[in-house]
Structure formats: structure tokens, C-alpha cells
């Protein structure tokens, strides 16, 4: 018998789903005052900004919502229905969302390993879909998440916001005017304060109301083996991609847009590691990668610790201490002949002269939501600012630089100075590295660095070459139920 409190729980949330399901099917894109209903799957961080950006959104309302945490989705849901005055339907498996749901159009917040195939599921199921980034947790997802798209006529909008921003539209239309000249090199940082996960002795009890099936997914049901399961799955790379993936690709995007490189790079190199402290994270916190681009590479470095041993030390210091590379932690700068152009946030850009003069300022950004909204309703694609072919580029440049270092080996600095060649070494970049790693007192005979492989990428052919091994990591792996189709 179901306890009472059960029972009464089971009756709301059936009577809530039996209502939503009732209700009459809306077709989307006719006319501007058409009623878009949403579906918000993955609800605790990231994803309740995204249901509360849907909702606050003229004539769209959030309908149901999907998460594999009970307690996380019954929180949720009796805020949005505080909020909008609506019975909001609940769902554990988005599939079901999918099935009974009268949604137009989804959302996805969930961790990065689901991204790809709740993608997938939802377009084949005639949805349109908002997903957050990196799109993919391997390059051969986003490959099938653009095929996807195409086939089954689905618009899909990468939640990279700096696509809607018009102040780096239009600082990169005068960049591309030739203002200061032609664009020589891309350079993106990531140094956002990282700080240990903490390390377990064994397997941890899955929490109470989660699904730990459909929360691994892909994956199969492994152990949990990290103290907090929200969040610190970024660290992982079973279900997150580090911070290169995380943070990271929002500036990776914004290189590589600003640099005008539609494809993903033809050879990419990493140095790297995990620095620092001894725990569960198996990601990189600290790494700088090549990628070749011609006539014009992009470099991308990762810090997660602060500037120095003595910031480590302590917690407060640490998050206020990060390293700055002209005027920037988390940015994206843009070397031209004749000076450089900053993009140190998601809405803003200056450019600077030779001799570092401020030249011009653009300031400015519109609702990425709403520009998926405008083009649902008009069921145009090209109004998007964030396709999904962007956001898969942007996404494997990210890929490209994890599975470099994760092919690698562990060398010393001397071996890696007697390989000094190129543009890898070159612009200081193994040199910032080395300063990062000695101002934290990082003893590398006892952590060594990571010199990756190098890959090379047939943009022809959508795959690794010459590295066996990468192009078996670019497919992953995928558990019997949680298959991706294979679509190209």
C-alpha cells in the first residue's frame, strides 16, 4: 500500500499531468500571437534561469518540467505555479514529457552527457529545442545533433548568449572592415576560481528521489564517486568536459567568430593538468591549447587556481585572485595588425591601438531566448544567432583540446622545452604556463604536465586522422537504451 502523503503527492502530480495533457494541441508559427508552450528538462541551476527566461517571455508559458531529482522537479514546479498561477506538470523521463506533453518547443539544461541525445529526442519527437552549452560532450554527438536538426526540420538554438550580443556583431563587422588591420591570432582565458571537489573513499549513496539510470544515462549506471552530486559533475569526464567545455567554450565562441573560422580546426595541441589538490575531478584545471587555424591560430588557456600559493591558501583570497591577461580573467582578445580588439564580457567589446590606446567601445546585447522565440514563431532558422552548427564547432574546439591532453603523456619541462617549435610555444604562451604553475609552488616531479597529442581533423571527412585512439574518443560510448542514432 502507498502511504498516505504518497498517495496524495501521486494524485496531485497525476490530476496536474492528466490536465496538460488534455489540453488542446497549439500550432506554432501561424501568427506573432500564437501561445508557445515550453518543456524545461534539467531544473536545479543553469536550468532555472532558462525556465524563468521562457516564462518571462510574452506569450510563451512553461508547462511542464523534467528532472531526475524528485525533490529538485517538486521545488520547481510549486515555484513556477506560485509564479504563473498554472498546474505545472511534472516528468522524470523526458521521453514522457515528449509522449503526453502538448509542448511546442524544449529546453535543456541537463548535464553535458545528455545533451546530444535529449537533443535528438526531442527534434525527432517535432520539437524545437534551446540547449544550453557545450551542445555535445563529444564531437561525434554534435555531429548527429546537426544532422538532426536537418532532417526532421527542427529549429535548434546553442545557448552561447554572445551570439545575441550586438555590441560584438558589431565590433567584429569593424574588425572585419580592416579597421586595425588584418587579424593575426586568437587568444581566449578562462581563469575562473576552481577550487577541490573534496575526494571519497569508495562509492556514495545515490540521494533519495533521484533516477540514477536515466541521470547516467549514456553512461551506464557507474558509481557515484564524488561528494556532492549537483554541479561538480563539470569535473568528471564522464558527464562534463572541464572547464575548457564549461565556462570556457562561451569565449572559445567568441574567438572563433571573431576570427571568422567556420570549421573546426585542422590540428590542435594541449599542455596540462589537474594542479593543486588531490580529488575526485579527473578534468584538467590548468592547460593551453594551440589550435592551428591559418592564417591565423587561436590560443585557449585554463586556470582554475588563483595567482599564487599564497591566494590558494585561502578560499575568499582565491576567488578574488585569478589572473588577468590585458584587462581580462574570462575573455576573448583578437590580435590585428595594428592593435587588438577585447571582448571581456557576454555583452561588450573595446578595441585598442599598438600602443594600447582605447579606440572604440561597443556596449549592448539582446535576449538570446527571445531571438529563439522570434524564430520559432516565424519558423524562420536564420533568425537564429546561435545555430546549433555554431555551437557544435565551438563545442569540439573544446572536445579537441580535452582529448589532446587526454591522449597525452606526462612529461617534464625540459622535455617539453627541447620540443619548442612553432606557433605552439610561441606568443608566451608555454612561458605563462610555467610562471602559473611556479607562483603556486606546483611541484611537477610529483604532478608532471601533460604534453597532449597532437590531432588532426579532416573537416572533410568529420573525423580524427592518423590517431586511432582519438577517433575512437570523439564516438564515446553508449549504454544499451541511451544509443545515439547515427545519422550522417
Request: charged share 25%; aromatic share 6%.
Amino acid at each position: 500500500m502507498m502511504p498516505p502523503s504518497s498517495r496524495r503527492q501521486f494524485l496531485r502530480q497525476s490530476a496536474a499531468t492528466a490536465a496538460f495533457v488534455a489540453a488542446p494541441s497549439i500550432r506554432v508559427g501561424q501568427k506573432r500571437s500564437d501561445l508557445l508552450r515550453v518543456g524545461v528538462a534539467g531544473v536545479r541551476g543553469r536550468g532555472n534561469h532558462l525556465l524563468n527566461g521562457f516564462e518571462d517571455r510574452e506569450g510563451v508559458e512553461v508547462v511542464a518540467l523534467c528532472d531526475v531529482d524528485s525533490g529538485v522537479l517538486a521545488t520547481r514546479a510549486a515555484e513556477l505555479g506560485k509564479k504563473s498561477g498554472r498546474e505545472i506538470a511534472t516528468f522524470t523521463d523526458l521521453r514522457e514529457m515528449l509522449d503526453k506533453g502538448q509542448i511546442d518547443a524544449v529546453g535543456i539544461a541537463t548535464p553535458n552527457h545528455l545533451h546530444a541525445l535529449h537533443t535528438i529526442w526531442s527534434v525527432v519527437a517535432g520539437k524545437d529545442v534551446y540547449v544550453e552549452k557545450p551542445v555535445s560532450h563529444n564531437i561525434w554527438e554534435g555531429q548527429q545533433m546537426v544532422a538532426a536538426a536537418r532532417k526532421h526540420g527542427r529549429i535548434v538554438q546553442s545557448g552561447t548568449q554572445s551570439r545575441s550580443s550586438q555590441a560584438l556583431r558589431d565590433a567584429i563587422a569593424w574588425l572585419e572592415s580592416g579597421a586595425i588591420g588584418a587579424r593575426k591570432l586568437g587568444w581566449g582565458t578562462c581563469f575562473k576560481p576552481r577550487m577541490s571537489i573534496g575526494k571519497v573513499d569508495g562509492p556514495q549513496p545515490i540521494p533519495d528521489g533521484v533516477d540514477w539510470k536515466l541521470y547516467m544515462g549514456p553512461r551506464g549506471e557507474q558509481a557515484l564517486e564524488r561528494r556532492q552530486l549537483h554541479y561538480d559533475w563539470h569535473w568528471q569526464g564522464a558527464t562534463g568536459n572541464g572547464d575548457l567545455g564549461n565556462q570556457g567554450v562561451h569565449q572559445m565562441d567568441q574567438a572563433r567568430w571573431a576570427l571568422g573560422m567556420g570549421d573546426i580546426a585542422p590540428v590542435a595541441v594541449s599542455i596540462g593538468g589537474r594542479f593543486g589538490y588531490d580529488d575526485d575531478g579527473d578534468t584538467p584545471n590548468t592547460m593551453v591549447t594551440l589550435f592551428d587555424y591559418q592564417p591565423a591560430p587561436l590560443m585557449f588557456e585554463v586556470r582554475g587556481l588563483p595567482k599564487n600559493a599564497a591566494a590558494r591558501a585561502d578560499g575568499g583570497e582565491w576567488r578574488k585572485s585569478m589572473d588577468r591577461r590585458l584587462g581580462a580573467s574570462v575573455g576573448a582578445v583578437i590580435h590585428a595588425e595594428g592593435g587588438h580588439l577585447l571582448f571581456p564580457n557576454y555583452s561588450s567589446a573595446r578595441a585598442y591601438d599598438d600602443a594600447g590606446k582605447d579606440v572604440m567601445r561597443w556596449d549592448g546585447a539582446d535576449n538570446h531566448i527571445q531571438n529563439f522565440v522570434d524564430a520559432v514563431r516565424e519558423r524562420d532558422e536564420s533568425l537564429i544567432n546561435a545555430s546549433i552548427e555554431d555551437g557544435h564547432v565551438s563545442a569540439a574546439l573544446c572536445h579537441m583540446g580535452n582529448d589532446s591532453l587526454a591522449l597525452g603523456e606526462a612529461s617534464t619541462r625540459g622535455e617539453i622545452e627541447r620540443v619548442r617549435k612553432g606557433g605552439f610555444v610561441g606568443h608566451g604562451a608555454f612561458d605563462r604556463l610555467m610562471a602559473h604553475l611556479d607562483a603556486n609552488e606546483i611541484d611537477l616531479g610529483q604532478t608532471p604536465l601533460t604534453f597532449g597529442a597532437t590531432l588532426r581533423f579532416d573537416v572533410a571527412k568529420g573525423e580524427y586522422v592518423g590517431n586511432e585512439a582519438a577517433a575512437k574518443r570523439m564516438r564515446g560510448s553508449y549504454a544499451p537504451g541511451f544509443e545515439i542514432p547515427d545519422l550522417s
